[in-house]
């Protein structure tokens, strides 16, 4: 390709440039290249232009990666197809958000499930099959090697993360009198704190493997659960329970340090127990040791648990700042983190005190994480009264300069905090930035299925609210499935977006989606999608497709599944499909949901009766129109008589079909006719 364009004589010379560039002993050849001439090589008379260096280098060094990551810049996302992360097939592939969720469990449940088999019997697993083997590649060992009590023993089950076996093995080694080391018996209080004297499940084994392997790393900091703390209990799983194995053995220590303390502090607070580490905090000072920056950071988080009133947590969390400075104990990121998510529930004290510790931050040199703004804007716009976009602004440009690298777990909940402040904020502008931030480098990666289904569903639902309807639709292709499963809302969004832009004609193709996304069951965008379609008249072509998505309404309410309940029409859906029957000129149709009124006790609007008048006369129906007269006479109407009046005027009628018509007497008519005879009585 480049020696076509460059002809060949001129690729030759280019190469040979490069090949006498390469000289030995390292040296680099300069070459002065002059914008003073053409590319055919005749001079400009120009005397005055610059002339450009250029310094070819001998040899380029690669990244590892750099085959790989310039193959994979040549591949561009495929916006019909779903995460990578499922499998090809079409029953294999999610439909929603929901099924998204369930199928990604599904799979990590399986991986679970076969290390699971590999622990529980490994004397099956024994064969080294692979050549060459690959030691990184294979089953971890997971068996103990040592047998007898000791307590080499024991320092391996609690390497293995053998709960149960090492509680069992520390209290034979203390009843036959063996002395335990305290490095030993610290490392157990690890093992118990950390999984809150419970057996390690195979979901958290992972998760947790590296930080257990660090004890010095807070445990509660580095793999914090995913949902937000609940009212008494600092963890979605196991609650500290009362004189657990943790506290015995703690208490049955010949020697204690501080990190004996320490461990218990974390492991309280870890699993809900707050009163009980400030009470250990308490023994911790009264030792006269000193604790380290991960637990102080811990006790931070418990904060809100211990006291009630925001003045009072805000003084309770500088307090432990004071002890840290007394202490000599340096602040790192995750405790200015835990500060920030104190300051979170602490009402308007968060938002008077959470930039000044910005600055402190600012002041320290300490970089914020994303996970900082994200606490950050969680306090000035989540409630009532949201604060000037100010803020926000600030924050997405120190964002929009960096690329950031997972330092808290809280780090994966900023795109998604950031993006419903700029929905709150009706901001289009601020959101686009924020988009632009998320794709530069590997930020993207802070998005799980769920996170990034968040996410993206926030950002079209501004995108509905805020942009052109033709920008909507570019968006809305480019991000369904491959991105994001639109929610009902988005959904809804999208089709008020269409109604605004008077581009209705997009429906039969939005109708088609829902269906896809298992939506066609779903009252409240069956009555919208249909109230749309039958609003106004359209060109033919468009009635038509109308309705087709109408008869497809109409097939799910008839639709009978055991594990489905049954779809019930309301009057204005009926008369929506009706309407869009008979100006589709299906006029059977459309007689077939006019009895479904009659079925259901519910009465049509005038609209649906001319509509469906006008309909037979257009196809030269007279039975069906004197049947609407029958229904509209049976329903007692007043319109009744003004319909059978048109049909005398409009229609040709046979003799038949007139006498038919003379007979059916409306109410009115019966009234009148009674109180003529009760006259002539007189």
């Known amino acids: 390709m480049a020696a076509r364009r460059l002809g060949g004589s001129s690729w030759q010379q280019v190469v040979s440039l490069s090949r006498r560039c390469c000289l030995p002993g390292g040296r680099r050849e300069r070459y002065r290249c002059s914008s003073s001439s053409t590319a055919l090589g005749k001079p400009v008379e120009n005397s005055g232009v610059t002339q450009e260096e250029i310094v070819l280098p001998r040899k380029k060094t690669w990244d590892k990666l750099a085959v790989l990551q310039t ?96 509680v069992d093995l520390f209290d034979q080694l203390i009843q036959a009198g063996t002395p335990v080391s305290l490095e030993t018996t610290n490392s157990l209080l690890d093992l118990l704190c950390f999984y809150g004297d419970r057996e390690p499940t195979p979901e958290k084994e992972e998760e947790e493997k590296e930080d257990l392997e660090e004890p010095q790393v807070n445990v509660s900091e580095q793999k914090a659960p995913k949902r937000q703390f609940q009212r008494g209990s600092q963890s979605s799983g196991s609650r500290w329970r009362e004189d657990n194995n943790a506290e015995r053995i703690f208490k049955i220590m010949p020697e204690r340090n501080a990190h004996s303390y320490c461990t218990m502090i974390r492991g309280m607070v870890k699993h809900g127990a707050a009163a009980k580490a400030y009470d250990m905090y308490t023994d911790l000072l009264n030792e006269r040791h000193k604790a380290d920056v991960h637990t102080f950071n811990a006790l931070i988080t418990a904060v809100p648990y211990l006291k009630e009133r925001f003045l009072e947590r805000w003084e309770l969390a500088k307090v432990f700042l004071n002890h840290m400075a007394q202490q000599g104990v340096q602040p790192n990121l995750l405790t200015f983190n835990a500060v920030l998510k104190t300051l979170r529930r602490c009402g308007a004290v968060g938002r008077s005190m959470s930039l000044l510790v910005i600055k402190e931050m600012e002041a320290l040199d300490i970089e914020p994480s994303l996970a900082t703004y994200d606490h950050l804007l969680f306090i000035f716009y989540r409630g009532v009264d949201l604060c000037p976009s100010g803020i926000i602004s600030e924050v997405l440009d120190d964002v929009e300069k960096r690329t950031f690298t997972p330092q808290d777990p809280d780090d994966a909940n ?52 805020m942009e052109q309807i033709d920008v909507v639709l570019k968006w809305y292709k480019g991000m369904s499935p491959s991105l994001f499963y639109p929610t009902p809302k ?193």
């Open 414 to 465: 900023f795109f998604a905090t950031a993006m419903q402040a700029c929905c709150d904020l009706k901001d289009i502008k601020l959101a686009y930035r924020l988009n632009k931030a998320m794709e530069k480098g590997d930020n993207w990666k802070f998005l799980d299925v769920d996170r990034l289904n968040a996410y993206w569903s926030k950002f079209f639902s501004l995108l509905c609210m």
């Open 490 to 682: 988005n959904i809804l969004d999208l089709l008020q977006a269409l109604d605004a832009a008077n581009h209705l004609e997009v429906i039969p193709s939005v109708w088609e989606d829902m269906k896809q996304l298992g939506f066609n069951r779903r009252q409240d965008l069956l009555e919208e999608l249909l109230s749309l379609m039958s609003r106004e008249q359209h060109p033919e072509e468009i009635q038509l497709a109308f309705a087709k998505c109408a008869e497809d309404i109409k097939a799910v309410h008839e639709q009978s599944r055991r594990d489905q309940a049954p779809l019930e029409w309301t009057s204005n859906m009926l008369g929506h499909v009706v309407l869009l029957f008979s100006r589709a000129g299906r006029t059977q149709d459309a007689w077939n949901m006019m009895e479904r009124f009659q079925q259901i006790n519910r009465i049509p609007t005038e609209q649906v009766m001319d509509e469906f008048l006008n309909c037979a006369k257009q196809t030269n129906c007279p039975d069906e129109a004197i049947k609407l007269v029958k229904l509209a006479v049976s329903f007692g109407l007043p319109s009744s008589q003004r319909l059978k009046s048109r049909m005398e005027k409009e229609f040709e009628l046979s003799e038949k079909q007139k006498k038919t018509l003379e007979s059916i007497k409306s109410d009115s008519d019966s009234s009148d006719s009674d109180s003529d005879s009760d006259s002539d009585r007189d």
């Open 71 to 166: 193959l994979a810049s040549t591949v561009n996302r495929d916006p019909t197809a779903a995460h990578y992360m499922f499998q090809d097939d079409p029953f294999l592939m999610p439909r929603n958000a929901a099924n998204s969720r369930l199928f990604a469990l599904s799979k990590e449940s399986g991986k679970n499930t076969a290390k699971y088999i590999i622990k529980q019997f490994p004397q099956y697993f024994d064969k080294t099959l692979a050549e060459p083997n690959v030691s990184c590649l294979m089953p971890e060992t997971l068996t103990p090697q040592i047998e007898g009590v000791s307590e080499e023993s024991l320092k391996e089950r609690v390497h293995l993360r053998r709960v149960k076996d090492s």
